[in-house]
């Protein structure tokens, strides 16, 4: 989701660790090195990985560097293949079908379990090698000097993918900075206990 849209769902985090110089200078070559992999011209049924903010073609960010300022942006591409319900019964029904009738020549009148199985997962890659994968992106803006980070996603499982592609991408660990963790954040660690022992209070329209 564009993070500049009119309205946008944002996942705030904090980073656990120092980040070195180090680490700051060579964001754009991890960014490179762990960037997205087309699949369009195979099977795969899914594939991710980091493009530039400001076009999702560009996974070498020659259309514009990730700095902006104090800022890091970037996005993390997602491409999916999905076959729909439907289709895949039809054709793994006419892969079943002429089965049976080659099975029947050599005096078989069934399709053994694994068989099917077999079949299923042939018919499987054949719809999905034919079916053009659909491409999501999340932007990532990275505040470096406040340790803040904000993911245009809210999806729990996006969520988990981003934390560990991030972590593996820049050795770091995401936290989600939830009421709780800002709230403890602006007390301090001796009001956790208070915190902790607080009730929920519900809104009713």
Not at 111 to 126: A, C, F, M, N
Request: glycine letters at 2%; one cysteine or more.
């Amino acid at each position: 989701m564009p993070i500049l849209s009119a309205s946008v769902g944002l996942t705030r985090y904090r980073i656990l660790e120092d980040i070195e110089d180090d680490l700051i200078r060579s964001i754009p070559n991890l960014l490179v090195k762990y960037a997205f992999k087309d699949i369009d011209n195979t099977a795969e049924e899914r594939s991710f990985g980091w493009v530039n903010m400001d076009d999702m073609l560009d996974d070498k960010w020659s259309v514009s560097p990730p700095e902006k300022g104090q800022y890091h942006t970037f996005s993390l591409r997602l491409d999916t293949r999905r076959i729909q319900p439907a289709v895949l019964k039809k054709h793994l029904q006419i892969a079943l079908n002429y089965e049976l009738e080659e099975a029947k020549k050599e005096g078989k009148n069934f399709i053994s379990r694994d068989r099917k199985r077999e079949i299923k997962d042939q018919v499987t890659l054949k719809l999905r090698a034919r079916s053009l994968p659909i491409p999501a992106v999340f932007d990532v803006v990275w505040n470096i000097p406040e340790n803040r980070l904000y993911f245009a996603c809210t999806n729990s499982k996006v969520l988990d993918m981003f934390e560990e592609y991030f972590s593996d991408t820049f050795e770091l660990t995401l936290e989600p900075l939830t009421p709780f963790f800002l709230a403890m954040e602006i007390l301090g660690d001796d009001a956790a206990q208070k915190l902790e022992s607080l009730d929920p209070t519900y809104f009713v329209g």
